[in-house]
């Protein structure tokens, strides 16, 4: 993760930032995200990373009913006015969309870990997501590489799965996946 004071990037000091502060930051490569008013801000990710971002959309895409749309990150997902995320990959009920962003927790969360990533995607985002009501929440580590799954139950995520190199991933979501983590960062 990238530590940008806020100060050189025009932004207010001396409060939480929101939503309306994000349309002031620059398009410079970099994902600008927001946890309870704190900006996070990462490096734009490496091959590894987008090509098991892209080919996990690419299953996801081929699985999920019409009435779902699959999105990868730069996406804005506003869960409040102070916390608005970009997951690596996310479903969601298209009419839940607009054209800027999605208001709402989506169907399913992914994130891809990197160095730099890594804390606030195991910790930070997987909590806030949780709170939020986001049915299911992926990690796939492109080191190991492996897949793990986690399905909200009574307002907390509970183990839903979980694959390594060449097992076999089945999703645990209202549609079918299939896949191995190996495919998706080989």
């Known amino acids: 993760m990238t530590v940008v004071t806020t100060q050189i990037l025009g932004l207010p000091r001396g409060r939480a930032l929101t939503r309306a502060d994000l ?36 299953i996801l ?3 999920v009913p019409d009435h779902l749309e699959v999105l990868v990150a730069p996406f804005d997902v506003v869960l409040a006015d102070d916390t608005v ?10 009419d839940q969309f607009t054209e800027r962003d ?3 927790a989506p169907l399913v969360a992914v994130e891809v870990l990197s160095p730099s990533t890594r804390g606030v995607d195991l910790l930070l985002k997987k909590e806030r997501l949780a709170r939020a009501g986001c049915a299911h929440y992926w990690i796939v580590d492109p ?33 079918g996946v299939r896949c191995t983590p190996r495919e998706l960062t080989a």
């Open 85 to 94: 995320l970009q997951p690596d990959v996310l479903v969601a009920p298209i």
């Open 23 to 58: 349309t002031n930051l620059p398009d410079d490569g970099h994902r600008y995200e927001l946890i309870d008013g704190t900006l996070v801000v990462s490096p734009a990710p490496k091959l590894r990373h987008q090509r098991a971002v892209t080919r996990l959309a690419a």
């Open 143 to 175: 080191d190991e590489p492996s897949i793990t799954a986690w399905t909200l139950v009574d307002g907390d995520y509970a183990p839903a799965g979980r694959a390594l190199g060449d097992q076999d991933f089945a999703g645990a979501v209202p549609f």
């Open 102 to 104: 999605l208001r709402g």
């Open 61 to 63: 895409r081929a699985a």
